[in-house]
């Protein structure tokens, strides 16, 4: 069978946590603005999200690049765009949007399906995922993903939709592993993670893959996320 061909592009995950009740006007400033510019300028939307919980007043969203050089002048060029500053000033008129960012530059791992604009036939919930592994233990935890996780995820009707790591040593490059699966709805979620925690192959996975010493440094971090109107995956 044909391998898939290794993704190198540079993919940057930006967390922007809107000042209260802004969000709104926010996704309406991607969605009219942000969105094509980005495309104008060379950086690719790949997907746009928000918390399925009201309370957490963050947008969270993936561009890409053929690299982080090209990345870094794309993002330059954006920001320096008549059109971006344009649209940026008439949306602050009343007050900033944003009140804090956070951005990651990420590498796809060689596990990861390809990552592309996809849009499911009924509504599915989102879910993000972030793991700290114990010192020198992430390629073990690769190792688990590639070999079983990913599959038996697929099994229990979770949707692999794209696997990273962080390119920073600040950011994690590493002991962390940052993924998004997806779901039919939030309810079936803990139904899928049911069936896929009680499944033998999975306890017999993990069973091996921690003979040696645990993997995971800390619990999972997990949001689940609902797509935005705008974004690319649905």
């Not at 942000?34 to 928000?50: A, R, S």
């Not at 229990?156 to 794209?162: G, I, L, P, S």
């Not at 696997?163 to 994690?172: F, L, Q, R, S, V």
């Not at 999975?202 to 999972?220: C, H, Q, T």
């Amino acid at each position: 069978m044909p391998t898939q061909a290794e993704d190198t592009r540079c993919y940057e995950m930006r967390i922007y946590t809107a000042n209260e009740s802004k969000l709104n006007e926010l996704n309406a400033r991607f969605e009219n603005h942000t969105c094509k510019l980005f495309e104008k300028h060379g950086l690719t939307n790949i997907g746009y999200w928000v918390p399925t919980d009201k309370s957490d007043n963050r947008l969270i969203y993936v561009i890409s690049s053929p690299n982080r050089e090209t990345h870094n002048k794309s993002w330059k060029a954006f920001l320096n765009d008549p059109d971006w500053k344009k649209a940026y000033k008439a949306s602050v008129k009343d007050g900033a949007l944003v009140a804090k960012i956070d951005s990651t530059f990420l590498s796809a791992t060689d596990y990861s399906p390809e990552i592309k604009s996809v849009i499911f036939k009924h509504p599915r919930v989102f879910e993000l995922r972030t793991y700290v592994t114990a010192k020198d233990r992430l390629k073990n935890l690769h190792a688990r993903f590639r070999d079983h996780t990913c599959a038996i995820f697929e099994k229990h009707k979770m949707t692999n939709v794209a696997y990273w790591t962080p390119m920073d040593a600040n950011k994690g490059k590493d002991n962390t592993l940052i993924y998004i699966i997806s779901h039919q709805s939030t309810g079936q979620s803990k139904k899928n993670w049911g069936a896929f925690i009680g499944d033998p192959a999975w306890k017999k996975a993990r069973a091996e893959s921690v003979k040696d010493g645990k993997i995971l440094a800390k619990a999972p971090h997990k949001v689940f996320m609902n797509s935005t109107d705008h974004s690319p995956i649905k």
